[in-house]
């Protein structure tokens, strides 16, 4: 296994949380699996083309011992020697078989090592994600936010309120009375957790992005930053 990737360090520097130590491990396993599967991958081609190339020879070497019995006895009645004798031509044809054979016993054994690499990257990729998760887990000042998201949330109900007044009670002047029904009347959804019923694709708000963006470089990076807030 590849050791975690190392970093420059100063006296400022802090040192890395067991989550990221673990995530740096998890980085390094998940490179090793992934250069393993692409080599492997990259082996499998050329056997394949080893295959093709056989295939190809052996035709053309069985049109060679055709063509050196034919000139065998031709040469039996006079003519000038072939280019090959007919035990050159078959040698040269069991060389190409000889040559397929391989090929394709490579190919067997690397189907075999290409699946137990490409479990290796999955295994590499859940492992990866749960590290990640871990140091999220971890940062991510979850009780600040949600308190900030509360008080947030109050203040912009009781907003809601007195808006809702105004408006049930006629109260609205008419060139406000528009945007004012269509903000009480359909933007009245907020963004919940998974399980329940959202209107609006919340996924795609940019709010999250950040985080989102953070994550990510995570997954190459065990000492990226996590947004502040």
């Given at each position: 296994?590849s050791?975690p990737?190392?970093?420059?360090?100063d006296?400022?520097?802090?040192?890395r949380?067991?989550e990221?130590e673990?995530?740096?491990?998890?980085?390094?396993r998940?490179?090793?699996?992934?250069?393993?599967?692409?080599a492997?991958?990259?082996?499998?081609e050329?056997?394949?083309?080893?295959?093709?190339d056989?295939?190809?020879?052996?035709a053309k070497?069985?049109?060679?011992?055709?063509?050196?019995?034919?000139?065998?006895?031709a040469?039996?009645?006079g003519?000038?020697?072939g280019?090959?004798?007919?035990?050159?031509?078959?040698?040269?044809?069991?060389?190409?078989?000889?040559?397929?054979?391989?090929?394709?016993e490579?190919?067997g054994?690397?189907?075999t090592?290409?699946?137990?690499a490409a479990?290796e990257v999955?295994?590499?990729q859940t492992?990866?994600?749960?590290c990640?998760?871990?140091?999220v887990?971890?940062?991510?000042?979850?009780g600040?936010?949600?308190k900030?998201?509360?008080?947030?949330?109050a203040?912009l109900?009781?907003?809601?309120?007195?808006?809702?007044h105004?408006?049930?009670?006629d109260l609205?002047?008419e060139?406000?009375?528009?945007?004012?029904?269509?903000?009480?009347?359909?933007?009245n959804?907020?963004?919940?957790?998974?399980?329940?019923?959202?209107?609006?694709n919340?996924?795609?708000?940019?709010?999250?992005?950040?985080y989102?963006?953070?994550?990510?470089a995570?997954?190459?990076?065990a000492?990226?930053?996590l947004p502040?807030?």
């Open positions: 296994m050791k990737a190392m970093r420059l360090v006296a400022t520097s802090p040192p949380t067991p990221r673990s995530l740096a491990e998890a980085i390094a998940h490179a090793e699996a992934t250069n393993r599967l692409a492997v991958q990259a082996a499998r050329r056997t394949e083309q080893a295959r093709r056989a295939k190809e020879a052996i070497a069985t049109a060679g011992v055709e063509q050196a019995k034919i000139d065998a006895a040469q039996l009645v003519s000038a020697p280019a090959l004798s007919v035990k050159a031509a078959r040698a040269a044809l069991t060389d190409c078989e000889d040559a397929l054979e391989a090929a394709i490579a190919g054994i690397l189907v090592t290409e699946k137990e479990d999955e295994w590499a492992a990866l994600k749960k990640v998760g871990a140091v887990k971890s940062e991510a000042n979850v600040q936010l949600l900030e998201a509360e008080a947030a949330q203040e109900i009781n907003k809601r309120i007195v808006l809702r105004l408006f049930n009670n609205v002047a060139q406000e009375q528009p945007a004012v029904r269509t903000f009480m009347l359909f933007q959804t907020l963004p919940v957790g998974r399980g329940q019923l959202e209107h609006g919340f996924d795609k708000h940019p709010a999250a992005d950040p989102k963006r953070a994550i990510e995570l997954r190459t990076d000492d990226a930053p502040t807030s």
